[in-house]
């Protein structure tokens, strides 16, 4: 599943990597958002590929609602959500369908290479701050369940949302909570936890994402719409976590250790720019 409504090269980009899959079966929907141009649909067209499939939205629905109408499309038993500006490795859909075939997990997540606007590998400190506290294995291939996956994922979420390949019948009963605009993947995977389900993590990359000054992410960083979601997310969790009576994911959960740090970090990186008013916004989240 591909929802796209943004940079038109950088959608390219990610359709052409689909198609370059040294495993080509594969079903590519891409999910056209009332964007204003007919320039995608025409140019998917002109590809005369029979696996792409092309469905454009009545009304702009936001990033939440399209997620969800992406899920509602979805056939296979597998599926990836990926984002229309990244970028998958030719070799992606060969990996996770040989993890998935070997595992009875409800998602994987690969190894990611983070990459800028341009595509250059880069590493700011939010990936460098995942890197740190992504789980390790003595394996190529580790798993986590239940609580351990609840609590790595509450001491700050290291996964790569667009990279996930996720199992359909694990996830449809919980689908994506539009409350979260920004951080629903992580809500679905703490339902999949609660749900005693277990993902499986693997240090073979296969995937490049792409993390750039106009995406959603960054934008909501700066206005702290972000670090809002976070924390409200994050204290709900705290107390299902708690009626579970998995207390060390509810002390992560409310600790929101890379959350306060990555917001920190912009609130400095606000104050250096002079922009004092957004900083202390910002500030905010890191100090309640």
Not at 36 to 54: A, F, G, H, Q, T
Not at 89 to 94: G, L, M, V
Not at 124 to 131: H, I, S, V
Not at 158 to 172: E, G, M, Q
Request: with cysteine.
């Amino acid at each position: 599943m591909l929802p796209f409504y943004g940079d038109a090269d950088h959608f390219r980009l990610a359709v052409q990597s689909v198609l370059a899959q040294t495993d080509g079966h594969f079903r590519l929907v891409c999910v056209d958002d009332a964007f204003p141009s007919d320039d995608p649909r025409r140019w998917l067209e002109s590809l005369k590929d029979p696996r792409l499939v092309y469905v454009r939205n009545d009304e702009n629905l936001g990033v939440a609602r399209n997620f969800a109408h992406c899920l509602d499309l979805v056939e296979a038993p597998w599926f990836v959500m990926m984002g229309g500006d990244d970028i998958m490795h030719p070799t992606y859909i060969e990996t996770v369908r040989s993890l998935a075939r070997d595992s009875a997990c409800a998602v994987i997540q690969p190894g990611v290479v983070v990459i800028d606007a341009d595509g250059h590998p880069v590493l700011p400190l939010a990936d460098r701050l995942k890197a740190l506290i992504r789980p390790r294995s003595r394996d190529e291939v580790g798993e986590l369940r239940g609580e351990a996956l609840a609590r790595s994922l509450a001491r700050g979420d290291w996964a790569y949302f667009p990279s996930l390949l996720w199992r359909t019948d694990a996830v449809r009963p919980h689908g994506f909570d539009q409350r979260y605009e920004i951080a629903l993947d992580l809500a679905l995977l703490f339902d999949l936890a609660l749900d005693d389900q277990a993902m499986l993590i693997s240090d073979a990359t296969c995937f490049s994402y792409r993390r750039h000054s106009s995406s959603a992410s960054s934008i909501t960083a700066v206005d702290g719409l972000r670090f809002a979601q976070e924390r409200e997310l994050l204290e709900g969790y705290a107390e299902r976590f708690a009626r579970k009576g998995w207390r060390r994911a509810e002390r992560a959960a409310r600790l929101r250790l890379l959350p306060r740090l990555n917001a920190g970090s912009v609130a400095a990186g606000l104050a250096l720019r002079g922009l004092f008013s957004d900083a202390w916004r910002v500030l905010r989240f890191c100090i309640r």
